[in-house]
């Protein structure tokens, strides 16, 4: 087996693994997946995403054959997001989503990423199991909409790379996570916990200003109120998944 960077030969390959990954770890009805796919692995959204220097797109190639692929991208100056590891269902025993993992960390770390951050639905027990044997923590959760439901996603981080900075708020002191970043349109944003564990997400600090902005609208922008700093939605707060 080969882990290698996707070319645009793979595209079919890429679409189908990711509907067969889909249904297998989902519970989600044919409709919430086709929108899915097609919003984020239709011809053109590939055709982007392999273009784009800062996104990772590595398959697992077995005598040809595309198997698994991660999809991530580098999102802050130092941080990585984690976005899927597909894996087709007939391969789930042969540990490729774990080498997968790490060949993605090894690729954000060439490029000045220290510090991932993935995203997961709760009612994906595999995927949660996944990152916390990566090494991940669980810190924090959202909600989003999938069809017209809501369902929670789990936010996961390595703790153990985080430089945390005491914040006073309103609700009492917060704290600023500055190794994990979100890009904005001024300057990044840090992400803030609620405890020095960074077991809660509390919000984001802008560091073009360095105050608070944790306004989010229904497409996952935040913007800082006193500069106007802003932070894009991420492919996790599309319409669908």
């Known amino acids: 087996m080969e882990i290698r960077k996707a070319e645009s030969r793979d595209r079919p390959a ?3 693994v990711a509907r ?5 770890s989902y519970p989600l009805e044919p409709k919430a997946i086709t929108g899915a796919l097609e919003q984020w692995y239709s011809e053109e ?3 982007e ?3 784009d220097e800062d996104h990772v797109l590595l398959v697992a190639d077995l005598d040809g054959q ?17 976005y899927w590891f597909h894996v087709d269902p007939d391969y789930r025993s042969e540990n490729y989503g774990k080498e997968l993992f790490d060949a993605t960390r090894e690729h954000l770390e ?4 220290n510090a991932v951050r993935g995203r ?3 009612v994906n027990e595999g995927g949660n199991a996944f990152y916390r044997r990566q090494g991940l923590t669980k810190v924090g959760e959202e909600t989003v909409d999938i069809d017209g439901t809501p369902y929670v996603r789990n936010i996961y981080t390595e703790l153990e790379k985080a430089r945390i900075e005491e914040i006073q708020s309103d609700d009492g002191p917060v704290y600023a996570d500055h190794h994990n970043t979100e890009r904005g349109s001024l300057a990044p944003f840090s992400v803030v916990y609620t405890t020095e564990e960074s077991d809660e997400l509390y919000g984001y600090w802008c560091r073009n200003c360095n105050t608070l902005a944790n306004a989010m609208d229904a497409m996952g922008r935040i913007q800082c109120d006193n500069c106007g700093n802003t932070r894009k939605a991420t492919r996790w707060d599309a ?3």
């Open 14 to 16: 890429l679409r189908d």
């Open 20 to 24: 067969r990954s889909l249904q297998a």
């Open 45 to 47: 959204s590939l055709s």
């Open 49 to 51: 995403l392999l273009d």
């Open 66 to 82: 595309v198997v698994a692929f991660s999809d991530a991208r580098r999102t802050g100056e130092n941080t990585g997001e984690l």
């Open 110 to 113: 060439s490029h000045g990423v």
């Open 120 to 122: 997961v639905l709760a």
């Open 239 to 241: 319409a669908y998944l």
